[in-house]
């Protein structure tokens, strides 16, 4: 990336993020951590026991892309599901210390969907999960979608809607696409972070974010992470589910991004990895926060790459602030 670039991305975090106005729509989730050490087995059961002396909790899914969007000085509004249970009280507590947008939630007789943790040293010993992952149909999703719609005709300028989809039941067809319907009419971005291989849903965003993975994943046969496959998949992918453009995260081999007749592959450093969860949150919110501040893709993807080299070098769900994101692009040359 060449240094005027540099300099507008620097200028851009620094200045003018907070012209920018995006709504998160998708599973919204409390990631919640168990910090320990493990000296000894169980004389009760032959199992470690791990003396925790730290807990954490923090915005997971859907919410850590707002997390992420917030913390870079972006207006964020967050719309999807949430219990009234413990958990979605911690949950909007955070939203609201971050300053994000959370009236657009809808409550419901589920559970609010929770990540439990458990860390010894720094390997992950255990994961509880507290979810009921059956697709929102009938009042609920119509309450959401009502939500969303009432947003976009109060005349609150959204300058773009990410879709965060982590299978957890907030994403079905009928809400993406009529989320999608209601951005096109408005001529609003639409970008969206996939799960299964069901993409047809997404039919009509403009961008979507998958992982390597993920893009093998609703392919007839398997690639090799190579460039000229991925170019080949992506623009394939794109045609057969009608999304205009496709950026593919792809581990240590950086991302890919195909836009329109344009292609870049922008590549990442050697670096030690500690954790990829959240990776593709920071991501797609870096990288549509660049958009709607009137980046080109290609440097907006270089973005979201620089940001997420920050995030896979901490233990857990994180999200990436303004002043390290500023710091990566001085040390990036």
């Known amino acids: 990336m060449d240094q005027a670039t540099r300099d507008q991305l620097k200028n851009f975090i620094a200045n003018k993020t907070g012209g920018c106005k995006i709504l998160v729509v998708g599973d919204i989730m409390l990631d919640k951590y168990y910090y320990g050490e493990v000296s000894r087995i169980s004389p009760e059961a032959p199992v470690p026991i791990n003396h925790v002396y730290r807990t954490k909790e923090t915005l997971g899914g859907a919410a850590n892309v707002a997390h992420n969007l917030a913390l870079l000085g972006c207006q964020t509004s967050i719309a999807g599901f949430i219990g009234d249970d413990q958990h979605g009280e911690a949950l909007v507590e955070k939203l609201l210390a971050r300053d994000i947008e959370y009236f657009n939630l809808v409550h419901t007789t589920r559970p609010t969907t929770t990540k439990i943790r458990v860390i010894g040293g720094h390997q992950q010993m255990l994961r509880l999960d507290f979810e009921n992952s059956a697709p929102f149909v009938g009042s ?10 009432n947003l976009f005709e109060e005349n609150r300028s959204v300058d773009a809607v990410i879709i965060s989809d982590y299978g957890k039941g907030a994403c079905t067809e009928e809400i993406c696409h009529k989320i999608i319907k209601f951005c096109n009419k408005k001529n609003i971005l639409v970008v969206v972070d996939p799960k299964g291989n069901q993409w047809l849903k997404y039919r009509g965003a403009n961008f979507i974010t998958p992982n390597f993975k993920e893009l093998n994943a609703v392919l007839d046969q398997p690639i090799k992470n190579e ?27 950086g991302l890919t991004i195909v836009d329109g007749e344009k292609i870049s592959h922008i590549k990442t450093k050697a670096q030690e990895v500690y954790d990829v ?5 920071t991501v797609i919110a870096v990288f549509t926060l660049a958009l709607a501040g009137k980046i080109n893709s290609t440097a907006a993807a270089y973005l979201a790459n620089l940001a997420a080299s920050v995030v896979v070098a901490k233990v857990g769900t994180y999200a990436v602030n303004r002043e390290e994101l ?8």
């Open 277 to 281: 969860s959240g990776a593709g949150d």
């Open 227 to 253: 460039d000229r496959e991925v170019e080949i998949a992506a623009r394939y992918v794109t045609k057969k589910f009608q999304i205009e453009n496709i950026i593919v995260t792809r581990s240590d081999r």
């Open 326 to 333: 500023l710091n990566k692009l001085t040390l990036d040359y």
């Open 140 to 149: 609920e999703a119509n309450s959401l979608l009502e939500n969303i719609r």
